[in-house]
């Protein structure tokens, strides 16, 4: 892979590849409103990140993924990749799930916010936790952890990566909250909508039935006499 400022080589372990183009606007607008569940149920209800918890309190998550690959326990590549974010970018960065050491923190924090950064996901542990309880900056990671990263190691920057099983490339659109975290595909984004608007009105349909009592006493009992349960 050649570097294309320089026309050189990369040495070994590392890879910064341009940015995405970032998501148009109206489509951040558009899925700031809707769940990361109804989602995850218009992908197929297999796909989203396992593991990955909120440390930032409550609120809602959306903007364009901006990648990182670091060796565990390392953060040299995603001090970097802040370096380059801009505003509206959610940084998803894959620490290979390593829980011994925190690869973001307070410091970063900061930096991320002077970016405009919507939003960060690691595969792996952040530190200085209450710093982000005050959800100015939506974090979502594995855990928490005291112990430091180490600046010196490979990685790469805007590749395709896995962030604890939720499989995320350069620019796809990422949506977070306190259930978790997915990502959609940019040439997806119209159909999932579809979807998931669809989805949005039959549950307001739902509970306006189970409000109102009208849905139907039978409905289950005919989803099981369908399964050849006799009821």
């Given amino acids: 892979m050649l570097n294309v400022a320089s026309n050189e080589a990369w040495p070994t372990g590392f890879q910064i590849n341009p940015s995405p183009a970032a998501i148009p606007g109206e489509w951040l607008d558009a899925f700031?409103?809707?769940?990361?569940?109804?989602?995850s149920d218009c992908l197929g209800?297999?796909?989203?990140?396992?593991?990955?918890?909120?440390?930032?309190?409550r609120g809602h998550m959306c903007g364009t993924a901006i990648t990182v690959?670091?060796?565990?326990?390392d953060n040299l590549m995603t001090l970097k990749a802040i370096q380059m974010a801009r505003p509206g970018d959610i940084l998803v960065v894959d620490g290979s799930g390593d829980q011994t050491r925190a690869i973001i923190g307070g410091i970063m924090r900061a930096m991320a916010l002077k970016a405009g950064v919507r939003g960060i996901v690691v595969n792996g542990m952040l530190r200085d936790h209450d710093d982000w309880l005050d959800g100015k900056m939506p974090i979502f990671a594995l855990g928490c952890v005291h112990r430091g990263p180490s600046t010196d190691g490979a990685?790469?920057?805007?590749?395709?990566?896995?962030?604890?099983?939720?499989?995320?490339?350069?620019?796809?659109?990422?949506?977070?909250?306190?259930?978790?975290?997915?990502?959609?595909?940019?040439?997806?984004?119209?159909?999932?909508?579809?979807?998931?608007?669809?989805?949005?009105?039959?549950?307001?349909?739902i509970l306006k039935g189970i409000e109102e009592d009208t849905l139907d006493p039978d409905r289950f009992n005919a989803m099981l006499r369908a399964k050849g349960c006799p009821v």
């Fill in 32 to 39: 700031s409103q809707v769940p990361s569940a109804i989602i």
């Fill in 45 to 57: 209800r297999n796909v989203g990140g396992l593991g990955l918890h909120p440390f930032h309190g």
């Fill in 69 to 73: 690959r670091v060796r565990p326990g």
């Fill in 155 to 205: 990685g790469e920057i805007n590749v395709p990566v896995s962030c604890a099983g939720l499989v995320v490339n350069p620019g796809d659109l990422v949506v977070g909250d306190s259930d978790g975290v997915v990502a959609i595909a940019l040439d997806q984004l119209t159909r999932v909508y579809e979807r998931c608007r669809q989805l949005l009105d039959r549950e307001a349909s």
